[in-house]
């Protein structure tokens, strides 16, 4: 072999070899898509969709960019897991425990959230337009900035939970359990029913939210707000 062709040959090796160390990580755990479901696993931007996986034990899982619409994720244990950016539209939570776990910027319209314990869990920025959170245990959860248009609350636990800057248009909390403080500061809350809620210790509440929101006399407001002419609201 020639010197100039030898020397060609270990050029384009050394640039293959350039290539493939410079690969992303992601493309380096593209096989822990087809991991078996347990504690810690890695199924970041996989598709697992469709699936069947109530009772896992996913704790301190990264679920982060994956898409798992439609899938059964009943009494799942996501504790500490990681689903920032992930679909997860039309799935099912009910009764998993999501203590501590990152649903950030999640988009999960219609989800299914009832009966979750999700303590200190965070929903920052996530769409969860006509998600269901009935029964839920949120105290101390974040939904800041989160888009709950049409959400339903009925028999969650609210106490510490922060809706600042949330979409709460016509969103139900009427039913919701708020045992302490819980933050709407700046959130829009166009026909979000709020009828015989304590909202007593409510933080960031002003006015102008109160005059578009449904109460009624039983509505428990901050000191310095008041009772709306337009209360009680028509049901739709």
């Known amino acids: 072999m020639s010197g100039l062709r030898k020397g060609m040959l270990l050029g384009f090796v050394a640039a293959c070899l350039a290539m493939t160390v410079g690969l992303p990580l992601g493309h380096a755990d593209a096989a822990d898509c087809r991991a078996d479901p347990a504690p810690e696993v890695d199924w970041s931007a996989c ?3 469709n699936l069947m996986l109530g009772g896992s034990d996913f704790t301190g899982a990264n679920f982060r960019d994956a898409d798992l619409s439609y899938t059964d994720m009943r009494d799942t244990n996501l504790t500490e897991a990681v689903l920032e950016k992930a679909t997860l539209i039309r799935a099912w939570f009910n009764g998993a425990r999501l203590n501590k ?4 910027r999640v988009e999960a319209y ?3 959230l009832q009966n979750v314990v999700a303590q200190g869990a965070s929903f920052a920025s ?3 337009q006509r998600a269901a ?3 839920a245990d949120l105290r101390y959860a974040n939904f800041e900035k989160a888009d709950l248009s049409r959400a339903s609350f009925d028999q969650a636990i609210l106490s510490g939970a922060s809706f600042a800057y949330a979409n709460l248009s016509r969103a139900d909390l009427s039913k919701a359990s708020v045992e302490g403080t819980v933050g709407f ?9 709020i009828e015989g809620l304590d909202l007593s210790r409510a ?3 002003d006015q102008s939210q109160i005059d578009i929101a449904c109460g009624d006399t039983a509505t428990r407001l901050p000191k310095g707000l008041t009772t709306p002419a ?3 609201c028509p049901r739709d």
Do not use: H, I, Q, V
Request: proline fraction near 3%; hydrophobic fraction near 40%.
């Open 230 to 232: 337009t209360w009680p």
């Open 126 to 128: 996530a769409e969860l």
């Open 203 to 205: 933080t960031g509440l």
């Open 110 to 112: 219609r989800s299914n």
């Open 101 to 104: 776990a990152n649903f950030a």
């Open 133 to 135: 959170f009935n029964g």
């Open 185 to 193: 500061d700046r959130a829009f809350m166009l026909l979000t029913r």
């Open 47 to 49: 598709s697992k969709k």
